[in-house]
């Protein structure tokens, strides 16, 4: 499913954080959101996330005009997100964390806790058998029944992605996935982001790591200033001057940035 | 000696119930609500105006006086503080959060207490509503004394049935979500919960409780006044909660046990001290902020704290720790089973 938004602002009193960014994130594909520091990444990824309300402009998931709407409805048309950092669920555990993302919960309803005890507990078992294979697979199944707030900070990286993709995304926005984090476990989160293309599910990163958007990102967004500076492929953005002055600069030649 | 002991096994239950009510939406939903007090007055006095007969040639003044049995009048009690929350949550729980929240409620419970005080046509004013009807008392020939040991024997019948209800809320996904709110409302609503929603459930259910402890306290009593809620009494509930454990229903077993029953109502029952006559009720107050301070600093998680909920108690079969699933057809197994559909 793609995601689209045309001509974003957001003023906090009266700077302008975002300043009309206008990009599509095409379907199925992942792609980076770039720009130097204060150039409005994680506001856009809130207003677009429901988390920050816009001053103007649209936003749309598919064909639906989102705009403006609160983040639980975002959440429940498909769109998820993880946090630059890690907003884990301290106090539950990390299963618990896990079984909080499933839409639809026949326990989240009262008449059913008293009167259908039965098949609570059945989607209860099936959500735990679920989340246990998905925490198997990101190598949490051992921290299964820590608090979250227990986890490392690499460790909260993976619960959340994990968390989100319980959660059946059909778009994942990721602000930051591999910000502090070791390389081994970089090349992991790389992994299942291509995985999760794989399966169909939209992926819009911001992310920093050039080396990172070389190798998995197949579209990136730069944004400058609040504005949507340039799109298109990596290679393509090296030989834009304006990105090159505004963002890239001497990294070219470096790799990476950090 | 019966009529001390059943007293003190009374106040247990009727602020066990306090107790889960607040719980539910303190300790679990993250909602300060300082006006908790006011709820349990709500439930008192209405459930005292649908047991007492029609007010004219009582001597009293007060609405709806519809001479309904027990517990018809209490269940009704209940749910005249659910409404009055249903109120409260939609101006005030809409808009406001933390603090802010917190201070809306305490001033809701002062303009509440003193319109309850001086408005008499309502609850009978300062006077407050006394000769409520015993429940069952005539039917089963009661006298007094007997009444009491009957009713404290009722209120831990109806404890253990809302515990028995309480606990299912707090093990089920319902009870997940408050918590998940009470840590983080913004990674909450980004996982689609819907945060008003949840909150509001989570203070009309803790209202419920605390309409019915209120109701319990104006049948046990036969009479409720303004003196029975001041608005401090709220924190005498908190106390409960924190000294035995927010998330935990034992804990307010045990909280309530400890502070209400031990700290507050026993010292009444102790013999004066020669010479100064009731100064040992006037201390109670000073020894539940002492035991209070004394349990934030050394235990902070309460004497019961919130239990965590396993992975084996959700009946899944057990695996072997091992490696995280790094190749393509491990990831892929698992994210299909998370119900992302295929490669195109």
Redesign the interface.
Known sequence: MSLRCEGITKAFQGVHAVNGASFDVPD?RITALIGPNGAGKTTVVNIL???MTCDSGREFIGETEVTNW???KI??RGL??T?QLS???????V???M???P?H??????VN??FR?AL??EQ??EH???A???L???????Q??L?ARELSGGQKKLLEIA?A?????KILLLDEPMAGVNPALIE?IG??IL??K????TVLMIEHNLNVVEQICDYVIVLAEGRTLATGRLSELRENADVVKAYLGEVIDAGAPR | MVYYVFTLVFFLFDYFILAMGLNIQYGEAGILNFAYIGFVAIGAYFTGVFSLPNGAGTGQHYILGLGLPFPVNLLLGGLAAMCFAWIVALIALRRLRTDYLAIVLISLSLVLYDFCNNYVSLFNGADGLYNVPEPFAKALGLSVNSFIPFFACVTAVVSLLMWF?MS??MR???G??F??I???E??????????FR?QL?SML?GSFYAGIGGGLLIQFGGSFNPTAWLPGETFVVFAVLIVGGAGNNIGMFVGALFVETLLIHLPAFLPEIPGHPGLIEYFDNAVVGIVLMLVLWFRPQGVVP?R????AS????E?Q??????D?A???A???????????
């Open positions: 199925d996330s429901g988390a609160p983040s639980h959440a429940r998820m997100r946090f907003r884990e669920l301290g106090g539950l555990t299963l618990e964390n079984l909080v993302a839409a919960q026949a326990g989240d309803s009262l806790l008293l005890p609570v507990r209860e078992r735990a058998e679920r246990l294979e998905l198997e697979t990101y190598g949490l199944y051992g299964r029944d608090r968390r993709v319980m959660a059946s995304p992991r992994g299942y995985e999760l794989q399966r169909g599910v | 209800v299912r809320v089920a996904p319902m997940r979500t918590r998940a009470r840590d983080d913004v990674a909450a609503a980004a996982l689609g919960k819907d945060v949840m459930k259910i919130e965590l909920r396993r992975a959700f009946g899944v079969r695996r720790d091992g490696d995280p699933a790094t393509a491990g990831l892929a698992v994210h299909a089973a998370a119900g992302l559909r295929g490669g195109q």
